[in-house]
Nanobody, 122 residues
């Protein structure tokens, strides 16, 4: 059973930056895809960024050019650098293994962590 612990969220002004971290139990990120998801208030969880086992990265159009996903396999940690934040980026952010690289509303392969809240507001 894989468990995730997300951290790094908070209140950020529009145009600001923040970095999220996700620590996973076990070492499954080494050979598997890993993704960041966002759940905006009143909406379903959606996949926004993926780091593949092949070393590539993929992004939803809504975050492309502003967010950067990366991983440290030695630390079993996934990161999300978020720049030029917009109010519509507000939500709870989760990490998980996506069953496929299909952006939008998406499931995860393992139980969800508690997530970390990001609020973009002046």
């Amino acid at each position: 059973q894989v468990q995730f612990v997300e951290s790094g969220g908070g209140l950020v002004q529009p145009g600001g930056s923040t970095r999220l971290s996700c620590v996973a139990s076990g070492n499954t990120f080494i050979i598997r895809n890993a993704g960041w998801y966002r759940q905006a208030p009143g909406k379903q969880r959606e996949l926004v960024a993926v780091s593949t086992s092949a070393g590539t990265t993929n992004y939803a159009d809504s975050v492309k050019g502003r967010f950067t996903i990366s991983r440290d396999n030695a630390k079993n940690t996934l990161y999300l650098q978020m720049n030029n934040l917009k109010p519509e980026d507000t939500g709870v952010y989760f990490c998980n293994r996506p069953p496929s690289i299909t952006f939008g509303i998406a499931a995860g392969s393992w139980p969800w962590g508690q997530g970390t809240q990001v609020t973009v507001s002046s």
